[in-house]
């Protein structure tokens, strides 16, 4: 059996790196979604009068403020976007990138709602070296999807 897809999620500052994602799909000759997943907990949290962050370097506190995060988000994806297209060749695999503001979860499912087929998905904070899940499309409801993104390990989800 042929995977046709990759999903690969990318979380901000976390999860396998776009060159070797890329690289996969490339040896499967797999088409490439790429999901950069804004967590939108994180930017409500922002919101908030109290919020703050901790530099790394510092150690000091500052305000947070959502506008410079949500530009922050923006840097990141158009950063992993351009480092995804610079190790794919268009001619020679059909890849997409889009950024998605809602639950991992949902945003799996507006992908796999395009086709299933074989398609090997990548959650954020996942490990390519990682030993694989296996389900089968039917199998994979909300939840079951939410658990498997939780586990951050690949999932290869087979037709019915």
């Known amino acids: 059996m042929r995977i046709s897809r ?16 890329a690289r996969l799909a490339r040896d499967m ?16 949290f922002a919101a908030l009068p109290f919020a703050a962050e901790v530099g790394f370097a510092s150690a000091a506190t500052r305000a947070l403020d959502s506008a410079t995060l949500e ?8 950063a992993l976007e351009r480092a995804l297209a610079a190790v794919l060749d268009p ?10 503001r809602t639950s991992p979860a949902s945003a799996v499912e507006a992908a796999l709602a395009e086709g ?9 904070r996942g490990s390519l070296r990682a030993e ?11 939840e079951v999807l939410r658990e498997l993104l939780a586990a951050a390990r690949p999932v290869l989800i087979l037709p019915a």
Not at 6 to 21: T, Y
Not at 71 to 78: E, H
Not at 91 to 100: D, E, G, H, P, Q
């Open 29 to 44: 000759q797999a088409e490439l979604v790429g999901l950069f997943l804004q967590d939108e907990t994180l930017l409500r």
């Open 71 to 78: 530009r922050a988000l923006r840097s990141q994806a158009a």
């Open 132 to 142: 694989r899940s296996v389900v089968r499309a039917p199998q994979l409801n909300p």
């Open 6 to 21: 990759v999903i690969a999620c990318f979380a901000p500052g976390a999860g396998a790196g776009p060159a070797a994602v």
């Open 91 to 100: 001619a020679a695999l059909a890849w997409s990138f889009r950024v998605a």
């Open 116 to 124: 299933y087929a074989p398609a090997l998905l990548i959650p954020p």
